[in-house]
């Protein structure tokens, strides 16, 4: 059963707390990226990375922290540093670095975060 | 800066209806124009795709009008159902490793 599973679904938190969200692929895709999606704001990237043991951030990366170690997973770590951590993150990945309509981004599940 | 404008925020049809969703842009290096369907806790979904050579492109009920000289482009659901109802997403990317989403279309279909 190909695909991005992400886990937990639902997190509960304490403020001031790091918490790790993982995203795991079995689509053999080279390309993996970090979302965060807002009410009315739609999806804005986090982290992206193209290929194992490298990544670079993107347009909200302050508070975040990744790893890409393996090439099928790319956890994502929320710190005490992000100021507003509520939300529902979501993992993509795509064949190559370039999207495209053959190497387009399909998502994860998602993971609902709530910093209480 | 919102990249890629979309509208409305929200829609409501009646089920059999037309559902358009609307989107504009000002990076001319885009070349590469997806639609993703989001229902309610589940990741988005690749819905269709266009590229700027082709002015339009059906697949089943939905179809995608691009208009390149007004930057704009958008979504036809024909004969809209109940099952259609979902957050729509514009995207647009430049072949770059990132894809400048819409802030999404809530759709409601009623029966």
């Known amino acids: 059963d190909g695909g991005i599973t992400q886990s937990p679904k639902y997190l509960f938190r304490k403020e001031g707390q790091n918490v790790t969200l993982s995203c795991e692929q079995n689509?053999?895709?080279?390309?993996m990226y970090w979302y965060r999606q807002d009410p009315g704001q739609g999806l804005r990237l986090i982290y992206y990375?193209?290929?194992?043991?490298?990544?670079q951030k993107g347009d909200i990366a302050e508070g975040y922290s990744v790893s890409r170690e393996k090439k099928e997973s790319f956890p994502l770590t929320v710190t005490s540093a992000q100021k507003n951590p509520t939300a529902f993150y979501l993992c993509?990945?795509?064949?190559?670095?370039?999207?495209?309509?053959?190497?387009?981004?399909?998502f994860g599940p998602g993971t609902r975060l709530t910093v209480l | 800066q919102q990249q890629v404008k979309q509208s409305p925020q929200s829609l409501i049809v009646q089920k059999g209806g037309i559902s358009i969703i609307n989107c504009a842009y000002e990076?001319?290096?885009?070349?590469?124009f997806p639609w993703y369907q989001q229902f309610p806790g589940k990741g988005p979904a690749l819905l269709i795709a266009?590229?700027?050579?082709?002015s339009e492109k059906k697949e089943g009920r939905f179809t995608i009008s691009f208009n390149k000289s007004a930057k704009q482009f958008s979504l036809h659901i024909m004969d809209s159902q109940p099952g259609d109802s979902a957050t729509y997403f514009c995207?647009?990317?430049?072949?770059?490793?990132?894809?400048?989403f819409g802030t999404g279309t809530r759709l409601t279909v009623i029966p």
């Open positions: 990375s193209q290929i194992v043991n490298d990544f």
């Open positions: 266009i590229r700027p050579d082709v």
């Open positions: 990076n001319t290096a885009f070349d590469y």
């Open positions: 995207a647009a990317s430049s072949g770059a490793n990132n894809l400048f």
């Open positions: 689509l053999n895709h080279d390309a």
């Open positions: 993509a990945s795509s064949g190559g670095p370039l999207i495209s309509s053959t190497d387009t981004q399909y």
